[in-house]
């Protein structure tokens, strides 16, 4: 059964039986979809114990009053055919106020999926712009949302995107978190390190080639698209040792955006895999290392001491055999 749970209990005196007839949807509401398994989920709610949460609403000057927190309760309650809906009553704000007030009921219980919220981040930007503010900066649209920057930055990027991506998001075919990690890892980096390359293809096409990817099952997952960053800094630093525009892992990239059917693993684990974990290596190290004088610092007896030195040796003796067991080996 739904919980109708939404918000905080609103004052009682503050609460009004509205007839269903008066209330009119928001048109700002950023909540796009309304899965009919949860609405009637809701709805099966409802006819047993009733509306426990009243709907927010405020006045219209033609006597209407439009919903600011509720609408798949009043859309059960049209479904239902009841006459009349609780409501909490408040004044009527201006569009920022409006917004404000809907992202902070929305934070408190269930957050808006990602293409709502996006778009209800920019209505609220575009209303901040046209009350006279400059474009207002990712921490003023956190403070005034409560969500959080790194969230704000997704979200703003969001849209952004061509509306055929958005759609995938909006649908679940693929989540922003993906279209994120590529723009960090691939599209961004490549613009920096291999400037030529991005130019050779452009972001519209690049983001294309692995979407393709997405879609058609060569990318499967968002971490993968993290080991592409290290293919471009390698690359960089090729060119840049070589005092070239040139590298040899850009045939690389060139491949992972022209083949369908080259995986990142692939590109990955033929390219820098060895030089990503030898730096990996050589920083845990160089910790290691550190570590040992740490312990040799702090211990305060012969006791201790004995006991550090012995597990330093054992490493030293264990690595002496690596050392061994390769030495010369192709």
């Given at each position: ?34 899965p009919e398994e949860e609405l009637d989920r809701l709805a099966e709610s409802i006819h047993q114990e009733g509306i426990l949460v009243p709907i ?127 723009h960090r890892n691939v599209i961004q980096p490549l613009a920096n390190k291999r400037p030529k390359l991005h130019e050779e293809f452009g972001e ?127």
């Open positions: 059964m739904s919980s109708q749970t939404d918000s905080g209990p609103p004052n009682a005196a503050q609460v009004q039986d509205l007839s269903v007839t008066a209330v009119q949807a928001n048109p700002r509401n950023p909540r796009l979809v309304f927010v609403v405020y006045p219209e000057d033609d006597g209407k009053y439009t919903l600011i927190d509720g609408e798949r309760r009043f859309r059960c309650a049209l479904r239902l055919g009841l006459e009349s809906v609780p409501a909490l009553i408040t004044d009527r704000k201006g569009d920022i106020e409006n917004l404000v007030s809907m992202f902070n009921i929305h934070q408190m219980r269930e957050p808006w999926r990602d293409m709502p919220t996006a778009i209800a981040l920019r209505e609220l930007e575009d209303a901040m712009k046209a009350d006279g503010a400059a474009t207002p900066s990712d921490r003023a649209l956190a403070d005034r949302t409560g969500l959080s920057q790194e969230r704000v930055k997704r979200l703003r990027y969001a849209v952004q995107l061509p509306d055929e991506y958005q759609h995938y998001i909006q649908e679940g075919t693929i989540p922003l978190n993906w279209f994120w990690e590529l519209d096409a690049v983001r294309s080639a692995f979407v393709a990817k997405r879609l058609g099952g060569t990318i499967t997952d968002t971490v993968s698209l993290r080991d592409v960053r290290p293919i471009i800094n390698y690359a960089g630093k090729d060119a840049e040792a070589s005092d070239s525009d040139d590298s040899v892992l850009d045939d690389t990239l060139r491949r992972l955006l022209q083949d369908p059917d080259l995986t990142i693993a692939t590109a990955y684990e033929d390219t820098v895999q060895i030089m990503v974990e030898a730096d990996k290596l050589d920083r845990s190290t160089e910790n290691m290392i550190k570590g040992f004088d740490r312990l040799f610092a702090r211990a305060t007896g012969n006791e201790e001491r004995a006991m550090v030195m012995g597990i330093a040796e054992r490493f030293a003796q264990q690595l002496k055999r690596v050392i061994a067991e390769n030495a010369g080996g192709e």
